[in-house]
T-cell receptor, first 116, second 114 residues
Framework: AQSVTQPDIHITVSEGASLELRCNYS??????LFWYVQSPGQGLQLLLK??????LVQGIKGFEAEFKRSQSSFNLRKPSVHWSDAAEYFC??????????????FGTGTRLTIIP | DGGITQSPKYLFRKEGQNVTLSCEQN?????MYWYRQDPGQGLRLIYY???????QKGDIAEGYSVSREKKESFPLTVTSAQKNPTAFYLC?????????????FGDGTRLSIL
């Protein structure tokens, strides 16, 4: 069964500093990987996705993520965070081949706090 | 603009009562999903539907029921059998051929017990 681990429950970063949120996955075949962001009391918004090809993917709001197969990781990065980036971030993994019963599996999330 | 509308935003349930959460989408998506979100547990899949008049149980379906009579609508009923219904409920949709791929989410319904 597929699984996703986000080892950091809560991260605090100063505004303007760089950010890296960790995501490790477990899946026996080629995964599809996603990062979502959730503001308080709202739904999830897709930041970026990896299906195949270039392992460095660019997303919205200046975020990027790098797929490293050897490390089973898909870490999210941003060179300079803004106060508006404070939110909860979820990594998710899905099967590249849909056999009819495969579903997205979400990590437990990382809450990002930005300090002035 | 296309999107997913969940209502109500807040809902209160009395003991022994069934309540229904609404989810409507105008994205022309075939697949729809219901998730439950609890603090520290991420999203857990309750039910999903890939096509009208068909749906499958997710990981935590006990105490919940759904229907999919129209492509646009996927209501979730939280029954009295669900003993711990207090949570944030999220509805999502995706194009069928993109099943298991990016999903579009509504803004959620927060359910509490009176």
């Amino acid at each position: 069964a597929q699984s996703v681990t986000q080892p950091d429950i809560h991260i605090t970063v100063s505004e303007g500093a760089s950010l890296e949120l960790r995501c490790n996955y477990s899946y026996g075949a080629t995964p599809y990987l996603f990062w979502y962001v959730q503001s308080p009391g709202q739904g999830l918004q897709l930041l970026l996705k990896y299906f195949s090809g270039d392992t460095l993917v660019q997303g919205i709001k200046g975020f990027e993520a790098e797929f490293k197969r050897s490390q089973s990781s898909f870490n999210l990065r941003k060179p300079s965070v803004h106060w508006s980036d404070a939110a909860e971030y979820f990594c998710a993994v899905g099967a590249a081949h849909n056999f009819g019963n495969e579903k997205l599996t979400f990590g437990t999330g990382t809450r990002l706090t930005i300090i002035p | 603009d296309g999107g997913i509308t969940q209502s109500p935003k807040y809902l209160f349930r009395k003991e022994g009562q069934n309540v229904t959460l609404s989810c409507e989408q105008n994205l022309n998506h075939d697949a729809m999903y219901w998730y439950r979100q609890d603090p520290g547990q991420g999203l857990r899949l309750i039910y999903y539907s890939q096509i009208v008049n068909d749906f499958q149980k997710g990981d935590i379906a006990e105490g919940y029921s759904v229907s999919r009579e129209k492509k646009e609508s996927f209501p979730l009923t939280v029954t009295s059998a669900q003993k711990n219904p207090t949570a944030f409920y999220l509805c999502a949709s995706a194009m069928d051929r993109e099943l298991n791929q990016p999903q579009h989410f509504g803004d959620g319904t927060r359910l509490s017990i009176l």
